[in-house]
């Protein structure tokens, strides 16, 4: 029975990952800043080591793998992010790793993860069960299943990300995390919980998979069929368990943005802050713009959670978003 992180395990996670993992900077843009109302701090994981947060839980989790398990190596699943973590995180400590990942899965992300020296193994996310499939793989190969948030050395290392974020500019009124799996948010909670307390934590869930929301309303997991979403890192159908408790636990609450605003995001990031963002790393800028939320005059950080987007499929996003402007 795996036993839910703390940020004593947050704290040990940074040490693990100092001198392996990017101290990833915070920006800030004045424009930003009136389009929501609020003084944003925007902590940039795109620029992240494999170009999202997903590099830190991968890593923290298999540096603590005891010698037979590095042996025999670690399998996971994953739609990109957490393929691509897997596979770096496994090369540098020298770990075979097998990676599932859907055969919609962008083919940037599928083609980063064999170049990181990950075996990819495509399946259909829409038809196979994914955690079924790794578990048959694990079992025959004697590796170590690794899922992408629903595990304590996975969401101790995520929180890494808040922490720097805090101790770099203080206390903040609000903080917004994308959610799919919850690894991230449930992280983050444990460093903002310590180091932010009157924080009010959102999580933000792209409107056509909102299984988070519904789960907290429910007050109880709830499951969905595979949304249909730009933002390909946020196709979880639930949420872990782990996560959810914490999510239960200490976030005040999760809204939407939907793909129209998430492509709002992309463009004004690539304009106006010269980044390139997935989609699922503007969930929570969308929400600052969009969601209602009462951010007026507030602190607001943000965290970005990746930039790997297929750049063919990122330009037509970008001139469908400026036709429609």
Do not use: W
């Not at 395990?9 to 990017?22: C, F, K, W, Y």
């Not at 170009?51 to 025999?72: E, I, M, T, Y």
């Amino acid at each position: 029975m795996l036993e839910l992180p703390t940020y004593e395990d947050v704290i040990a996670a940074a040490r693990r990952l100092e001198g392996q993992a990017h101290r990833t900077p915070v920006l800030r843009s004045a424009t930003a800043n009136r389009l929501a109302g609020a003084e944003l701090f925007f902590k940039c994981e795109n620029f992240q080591r494999m170009g999202a947060f997903k590099f830190r839980g991968a890593f923290n989790a298999l540096s603590k793998f005891s010698p037979d398990q590095r042996k025999a190596g670690v399998v996971a699943f994953s739609s990109g992010n957490h393929a691509q973590a897997i596979a770096l995180s496994a090369r540098l400590l020298g770990i075979p790793a097998a990676i599932l990942m859907p055969f919609d899965a962008p083919q940037a992300k599928i083609d980063a993860t064999r170049g990181y020296g990950g075996e990819v193994i495509l399946f259909d996310r829409y038809t196979q069960d994914r955690e079924a499939l790794t578990a048959q793989l694990a079992a025959q190969r004697g590796m170590t299943l690794i899922p992408p948030f629903n595990h304590p050395d996975v969401m101790a290392g995520q929180g890494t990300a808040a922490k720097e974020l805090l101790e770099e500019v203080g206390e903040l009124d609000v903080m917004l995390v994308p959610l799919g799996g919850g690894g991230l948010l449930s992280g983050t909670a444990l460093a903002t919980r310590a180091l932010s307390p009157r924080c009010k934590l959102y999580g933000v869930e792209p409107q056509a998979g909102n299984d988070a929301q519904l789960s907290l309303r429910a007050g109880r997991i709830v499951s969905i069929p595979t949304p249909q979403t730009l933002a390909d890192g946020a196709q979880t159908q639930q949420v872990g368990t782990l996560t959810f408790e914490v999510i239960q636990r200490e976030v005040s609450g999760v809204v939407t943005a939907s793909d129209a605003q998430l492509v709002e995001a992309m463009r004004f990031f690539a304009e106006r802050m010269k980044m390139i963002v997935e989609p699922t790393g503007c969930l929570g800028f969308a929400a600052a713009c969009h969601a209602r939320l009462d951010l007026q005059g507030k602190r607001v950080g943000i965290i970005i959670s990746g930039g790997n987007v297929d750049l063919a499929r990122y330009a037509q996003l970008i001139a469908a978003g400026s036709a429609q402007a």
